[in-house]
């Protein structure tokens, strides 16, 4: 297995494992919101998503209804899911 293999596979486990913490983060804050409960920072919520978990923070917001009409959550989020899934692609074409 070449270095660029394998930084290709870390890359995507990170991603997978991130994109599941967004996921669940943005369910968790959906529900302590409801609940009138202390709720998650939204700073925590866009660190998620911009430390390769774009993924599971697009997927949480459609799911839970979280947080979408807030413009900079659109545009953290697409713009790191943009650069995650680009540094992803570019790291599977030159290893495989």
Do not use: P
């Not at 913490?21 to 998650?40: H, N, P, Q, T, Y």
């Not at 660190?47 to 659109?74: M, P």
């Not at 899911?81 to 540094?87: A, C, E, H, I």
């Amino acid at each position: 297995m070449t270095y660029l293999q394998m930084l290709f596979l870390v890359d995507a486990a990170l991603m997978v494992l991130m994109s599941f913490i967004s996921l669940c983060l943005f369910i968790a804050d959906k529900r302590k919101a409801e609940k009138g409960a202390m709720r998650i920072k939204e700073k925590t919520l866009l660190y998620s998503a911009v430390l390769e978990g774009a993924v599971g923070a697009f997927f949480g917001r459609i799911l839970a209804h979280h947080k979408t009409n807030k413009g900079y959550f659109t545009f953290v989020i697409l713009t790191s899911f943009v650069l995650q899934v680009g540094v992803l692609v570019f790291l599977g074409v030159m290893a495989f």
